[in-house]
């Protein structure tokens, strides 16, 4: 770590000499992000953001870049930190520090403390805009500075458990500000929390351990989109997929899908692989650990790591290794052996890095215009979770497809009048 080093703006991160390889990686991604460049473009010519403080707080990946790139175009006064302690791409933070004049406060396997700085470090910024990911810095100001409160214009969020906690908020009169889902944005959860998600998952899982998925039994907490991603990705790759949720609908949605559905107690001794993807606490607990085979594989797909009680795991442990990079093999009492991946952190960002550009730039062009919604409906909108204007997801939809080579159809003047009328029936 550097904070003593002489860094181009103030920083905190790993090694300012990585930029020329984090460089090629931003770039690398800016290829495959064709919407957030555009969006850039514009951002460039007509400064929507001109002086605004903003702080973002996102996985520090190639991606991110791109958009504090967009940010700083658009005339943001943008800082960045990191929004898990193990998805810091250390190459891609010296770049911005150093070839984008962007501040960022990051680095992969900073420690829980250093990470609470960091978020402390954001705040003393004193952000207009937060653009959040899991919601933690919206939460510690709300907590613990609420003379600031009066500085925000308005917060953007990126991730279900993220709008999960806002909406807690604004249900507990806690909310002082309006406050953007973008993860609720069509562009962003039908494309990010499926396909990236279902994708990079099961890249962390292949890159942490290098094993055959094909015949083994991947074990899918939670049928939400990011769940969705998963188990269609895993059976692609031939691993027989159970599922178990607590929502029946969305039970029956997986058994229509063709797998098998259970709770997860019955599930545990049969799983070779499990993931979870729910976003709550300790859902997979220590029964469940007790039940499983020997040489199981656990890992979390979820924004938070507490969705594996590691600690209830830890009791029924006599000596823990690290066996491979991000893999960690507890040995039980029964003799049994459990591993776990990632440390329990999202497993996509930590072995490996992250939803590919072509989804983030979807997701991360309804951040930009997020950002711009907010500054020019200062004032206008309530303290409250707002969904961004469908004409917005419309937008970066149709620049999508554009960008994709894909032509679709329109509706004809015959088809408007018959849509916008109830008289004509058969
Ligand atoms: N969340 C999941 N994948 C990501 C990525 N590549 N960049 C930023 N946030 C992410």
Redesign the pocket.
Known sequence: MTATMQTKVPSQIKDPSLSPQGRKQIEW?ERDMPVLKQIRERFAKEKPLQGIRLVAC???????AN?AIALKAGGADAILIA?NPL?TQDDVAASLVEDYGISVYAWKGEDIKTYTNHVNIALDHHPQIIID?GADVVATLTKERPQQISEILGSTE??TTGIVRMKAMQRDGKLAWPAIAVNDAQTKHFF?NRY??GQ?TIDGIIRATNILLAGRTVVVVGYGWCGRGVAMRARGLGANVIVTEVNPVRAIEANLDGYRVMPLIDAAPLGDVFVTLTGNRHVIDTPHFEKMKDGAIVCNSGHFDLELNLGGLAQLTTSKEVVRPFAEQYTLKSGRRVIVLGEGR?I??AAA?????S??DM??ANQALAAEYLVKNKGKLSNAVHLLPPELDQEIATLKLKSMGIGIDTLTPEMVTYMNSWEIGT
Do not use: I, R, Y
């Open positions: 991604a996102c996985h520090v990946t190639k991606e991110t958009l929004s998805s990911d990126e991730t990010d990236g998600t990079s999202l996509n960002l890095e992250g939803h590919p550009a989804v983030m997701s991360f």
